[in-house]
C-alpha cells in the first residue's frame, strides 16, 4: 500500500482535476443528446487511463534529469523508494488499455488512439529536441474536447475544434509558467524550454497572450452554442478573474508562488468552468 500510494503520488493522480471538469464541460457542451451510462463511463475512463499514461510516461522518460534537478531529487522513485519498473508498467498497461477503452467507444476513436499515446510519449522528449514542449502539451489537451466528440457524435465539430484550442493554449500558459520554476537547472543542463529560449519576462508575456486567448476562444465557444447564454458570458469573468490573479502571483524576481498558481488556482479554474456550463445548461 505504500508503494501504490507513492505511485499515485508519482503520477499526481490528484491532479486529474485540472482535465476532468474541463473533459465534462466538454460533454454536455458537445453531446447532442445525453450519453448513456456506459458511453459516461468509459469517456471518463478513457480520460482518467490517457493522463495517468502521460504522467508515467514523464517520469520514466525524464529520470535521468529529475536526478539531477534539486527539485525532483525527493521524489520517490528518485530516491529508490518506488521501483522505477512500476512506473514504466503502469505507462504500458494504461495506454494500452486506453486503447482498448477507444476501441470500445467506437471506430474512429479506436483509429485515433494511437496518436494520443504517441503524443503523451513525446511530451517529455520534446524538451530535448525544441524549446516548445508546452505546445505538445497544449495539442494534447486540445485533443479532449475532439475525443469526446468522436465518441459521442462520431464526428469533429468547429465548436470541438475551438473549445480544443481554448484548452490548449490554457495548458500550454501554465506550463510555461511551471517551466520557470526550473528555468536555472534548465540553462545548465541543456533541458529546452520556452523560459531557457526567451528568457523570464518574456516567457511570462506569451504565458499571458495564450491566456488572453484561452478567454477568447472560451467567448467563441458560448456564441457558438445555442444553449449558452447570459450565465456562461457572466460566468466568464470569474475565470478571467482566476487567470488574472494566475499571473499576479508570479513576477520576473520572484517565481515563490508558482507551484500556488500552478496548482490551486488553475485546478479552480477548470472546477468553475465545469459549473458555468452545467449551470447554464440544464438550469437556464
Known amino acids: 500500500m505504500k508503494k501504490l500510494r507513492a505511485l499515485a503520488n508519482a503520477i499526481k493522480l490528484e491532479h486529474t482535476i485540472f482535465s476532468l471538469p474541463f473533459a465534462l464541460a466538454s460533454l454536455l457542451l458537445l453531446v447532442e443528446k445525453l450519453p448513456s451510462l456506459r458511453e459516461f463511463f468509459l469517456i471518463i475512463l478513457a480520460l482518467i487511463l490517457a493522463r495517468t499514461a502521460g504522467m508515467a510516461f514523464n517520469r520514466w522518460l525524464d529520470y535521468d534529469i529529475d536526478k539531477k534537478n534539486p527539485r525532483t531529487q525527493n521524489w520517490a522513485h528518485i530516491k529508490g523508494e518506488l ?21 470500445l467507444l ?41 475525443a469526446v466528440d468522436v465518441a459521442l457524435n462520431q464526428r469533429i465539430s468547429p465548436l470541438a475544434v475551438v473549445l480544443g484550442l481554448a484548452m ?17 537547472f534548465d540553462q545548465t543542463y541543456g533541458v529546452k524550454s520556452l523560459p531557457v529560449k526567451l528568457g ?12 488572453l486567448l484561452t478567454l477568447l476562444f472560451l467567448l467563441l465557444v458560448g456564441n457558438l452554442h445555442p444553449k449558452m447564454g447570459a450565465i456562461y458570458f457572466a460566468g466568464l469573468t470569474a475565470i478571467a478573474g482566476f487567470l488574472v490573479y494566475e499571473h499576479l502571483l508570479i513576477k520576473p524576481g520572484d517565481l515563490s508562488r508558482i507551484n500556488k498558481a500552478f496548482f490551486t488556482v488553475n485546478g479552480w479554474i477548470s472546477i468553475v468552468y465545469f459549473l458555468i456550463v452545467l449551470t447554464d445548461y440544464f438550469i437556464f
Open 83 to 103: 521501483p522505477l519498473g512500476w512506473i514504466k508498467t503502469l505507462a504500458i498497461i494504461s495506454s494500452l488499455t486506453f486503447i482498448g477503452v477507444s476501441y
Open 106 to 146: 467506437g471506430k474512429l476513436a479506436f483509429i485515433l488512439s494511437p496518436i494520443v499515446v504517441f503524443l503523451l510519449w513525446f511530451y517529455p522528449l520534446a524538451k530535448r529536441v525544441t524549446y516548445f514542449p508546452h505546445f505538445v502539451l497544449g495539442f494534447v489537451y486540445f485533443l479532449i474536447p475532439i
Open 168 to 184: 490548449a493554449t490554457w495548458v500550454a500558459g501554465f506550463d510555461i509558467l511551471y517551466a520557470l520554476q526550473d528555468y536555472h
Open 200 to 211: 523570464i519576462k518574456n516567457s511570462l508575456r506569451v504565458a499571458r497572450f495564450l491566456h
